[in-house]
């Protein structure tokens, strides 16, 4: 990548946000004494890592919402599949650990299954269920997008549609039968690779890699959006009926960035599960896909670290109300979003955009007298 992807300020960023991630924060929670006024908590921890999941999907929804056009409800879905990946494994690890000592996950003694499911027959290879994170939510996004677009479905159809396919999937989910757990989904995981997951250097290892994945993710983002490849996208989104004219085919691109955006979000929960200790079919509920489109809407779509600002800014927030005020949330999320759409079209950017614009102007006019 050359210096042009982000100029000079923008590698500076992320210079320090790496730094921040692989240096500062490690630091902080692990040598500063927790008696310390700069120790970083484990809570503080596990909530920025959460949180940095989320800004992946907010970063996959930019891309296919502020990129190309596309809103979909249904990213949450995704979200899930590549955290079910992950959980599986962590389930298997387990072992004879769990309260009924048995090789079966305890859900499924607690069932009366005599044994493994077949979607459960590699589960214990960390390799095969990575496998499984990025290609499950990937091909399910493929053969999705290929007749929805096909079909030329647009707007408001398409993200009832992805809403709708999301809602199915939490449904089936739900049932005991599909092996995966039922309404309390997967729980009580003990260690990853051999590793206790509970061991501090455990924790901030995950941490560390959901950092750079977010970072990684970015710079990605940048450039896909800043070759030929983004500027169609975006020509898409603006008038994908010249670009058909042009000579392009619009339904390519918009499948593979489409399929891309849903294996970020696969990753994203992949990631998210050993970290926050649980994955159940809530988090294929409607309210966890248009959350993902809140995010991106309030960091401002179409500019990439809006999104990624977005979720820090509306999950810190909720973080707080929960704690103090937990009955005005969702009036806090719902105000918050009727201001970002009738005054701050653009996000916190767009904020952001204004404020260093009428500075720039009122440097101009001081240098002018």
Not at 106 to 126: I, Y
Not at 261 to 287: D, F, H, K, R, T
């Amino acid at each position: 990548m050359t210096n042009s992807l982000l100029g000079a300020k923008g590698w500076a960023a992320v210079m320090a946000a790496t730094v921040t991630v692989v240096v500062l924060v490690p630091i902080l929670n692990l040598l500063v004494p927790a008696d310390s006024a700069f120790h970083l908590s484990d809570y503080a921890v596990s909530l920025i890592g959460k949180i940095m999941c989320y800004a992946i999907c907010a970063l996959a929804m930019d891309l296919i919402w502020g990129y190309t056009g596309i809103l979909s409800l249904g990213h949450g879905l995704f979200f899930a599949l590549g955290g079910y990946a992950m959980g599986m494994y962590l389930m298997r690890q387990i072992g004879r650990d769990g309260n009924y000592k048995s090789d079966l996950p305890d859900f499924m003694v607690f069932l009366d299954w005599k044994e493994l499911p077949w979607a459960w027959t590699f589960s214990d290879s960390f390799l095969f269920q990575m496998a499984l994170v990025v290609l499950v939510p990937g091909l399910l996004a493929l053969v999705f997008g290929f007749f929805a677009f096909r079909s030329r479905i647009k707007g408001v159809y398409f993200s009832i549609i992805t809403q709708a396919m999301t809602f199915a999937a939490m449904l089936l989910f739900f049932r005991n039968e599909t092996g995966f757990g039922g309404n309390n989904g997967f729980t009580d995981f003990k260690r990853i690779l051999d590793i206790p997951l509970a061991q501090p250097s455990t924790r901030m290892t995950l941490f560390v890699l959901t950092g750079l994945t977010l970072i990684g993710f970015y710079l990605l983002a940048r450039w896909i959006v800043g070759s030929k490849y983004g500027r169609v996208l975006q020509a898409i989104r603006d008038a994908e009926t010249r670009v058909m004219f042009t000579g392009y085919d619009p339904i390519a691109y918009k499948l593979s960035i489409w399929t891309f955006s849903a294996v970020m979000c696969g990753v994203a929960g992949a990631l998210y599960v050993p970290q926050v200790g649980i994955i159940n079919p809530g988090e294929m509920s409607a309210a966890a896909s248009i959350e993902i489109a809140i995010w991106t809407a309030v960091g401002g779509r179409g500019t990439l670290i809006g999104p990624i600002l977005g979720a820090f800014f509306v999950n810190g927030a909720k973080s707080w109300f929960t704690q103090v005020f937990p009955e005005f949330w969702l009036y806090f999320l719902g105000a918050l979003f009727i201001a970002v759409t009738l005054f701050l079209p653009r996000g916190i950017v767009g904020l952001f955009d204004k404020f260093s614009s009428a500075a720039a102007k009122g440097d101009k006019k001081e240098k002018r007298a």
